[in-house]
């Protein structure tokens, strides 16, 4: 009697199998389902699967959080290990939730970074890693609400466990940048006061739709936030007002209620950019006032001379001899800048020096612009207008 092989056809048992399947981690922390019988594997597509797989994790990393707590050294660091794998897998999980919502096919998808080791991170309890869901949660749905999650983030410092700062969590998890998700924040705050200061049922229901609405009334008091913003719906005819007419009606109040201004000419300020497009690549530096004005002051920068008004300006209370440095400082890089310098790397020196926080160069600085002035020839050109001066004066 001959026994003859047989070929098994993977792909016939795939389709005559009654498949059970089950997710399987990979060593990539990554999920995928696979059958049982036929070990045939497919991509997870099913948010209410992922929410338990999501809540099972949850429950398995209390479980080795309270048993660490417990346990003695040895035990304890193997145990937090599990605590670490478990973060890396809902990671996962929460990256593919946002993938497969509506809202992320809206927005940015950004995947996490996990960091495997660092000494100066920290692990979030089981508490605060199950609010961390929650408020990410909120954020990614947008508006009022998720103004106030990222608030609440940044208050208690939940991004710890993965991320140093507040900046790169809001980066790699939302795409913002830190000036995107401080006006968010500080629309959160706009828009409680609104909520607290006796607005009209009616205008209850036509609450900020988004934070350009409200970003021009941050730094009003909050009677005058709740003025504005009753002035802006009538001005929209009972709707929810744009952003130009809430900045219209804020600028009008400020033109009615001007503050004192409170700078005189010769001191030195630092420029503070918010939301003035008139100012970018100026945030930070130094600026002499040369002219005071109602509601600003015409300013010298490394870069020239620049009208900015009172709240982009912050004192930097230097005495009168320092003050008379950063006059030298700025006429010296002005000259500079004037003589047709083209090169990249000289121009970027001279910008650093217009973003010091100091009133003096230490001596390097001063080597390098002394000798930039005598390559260029203008200590020459400055000797020789003295001179005329003189002469003329004479």
Known sequence: MTISSVKIDKTELE??????WQHLWREDCQAVLICVNCKQEKEIDD??????????????????????????????????SGVKDKDEQLAWVRQKLDSLSEVSKKNQTVS??????????????????????HLERQVERGLYQSWKALAEIRERRLYRSKYKTFEQYCQDRFGYTRAAASYKIAASAVVDNLLTNGLQKSEM?????????????????????????????????????????????????????????PFKEGEVCSILVKENPDLRGLGGCWAIVVEVREFGCQVQTFKGEVSVRIENLKPMH?????????????????????????EESIRG???????????????????????????????????DALLILLRLKN
């Not at 495997?116 to 961390?132: G, H, K, M, V, Y």
């Not at 009538?234 to 952003?243: F, H, L, N, Q, R």
């Open 112 to 133: 996490v970074e996990v960091v495997d080791s660092s000494d100066e991170l920290e692990l979030l309890d089981p508490q605060e890693a199950q609010d961390l869901l």
């Open 47 to 80: 948010p209410a699967f992922l929410k338990q797989m999501e809540s099972d994790l949850l429950n398995i990393r209390q479980q080795y959080w309270d048993l660490a707590q417990k346990s003695k050294k040895a035990r304890a660091k193997d145990l937090m």
């Open 15 to 20: 389709k005559d199998c009654s498949h059970q």
């Open 205 to 261: 229901d036509l609450m900020p739709t988004s934070e350009r609405q409200v970003r021009p009334m941050v730094g009003l008091s909050p009677s005058q936030q709740a003025e504005v913003w009753q002035e802006a719906v009538e001005t929209a005819g009972g709707k929810i007002p744009s952003g130009r007419i809430v900045k219209d009606i804020v600028q009008r109040i400020r033109e009615k209620n001007p503050v004192p201004n």
């Open 349 to 383: 020196f001279l910008g650093l020096l217009g973003k010091i926080k100091r009133p003096f160069l230490t001596p390097k600085e001063e080597a390098l612009l002394s000798h930039l002035e005598e390559i260029c020839g203008v200590n020459q050109e400055a000797k």
């Open 318 to 342: 230097y005495s009168e001899q320092e003050r008379k440095e950063m006059q030298s400082i700025c006429e010296r890089i002005l000259r500079l800048r004037a003589s047709g310098i083209s």
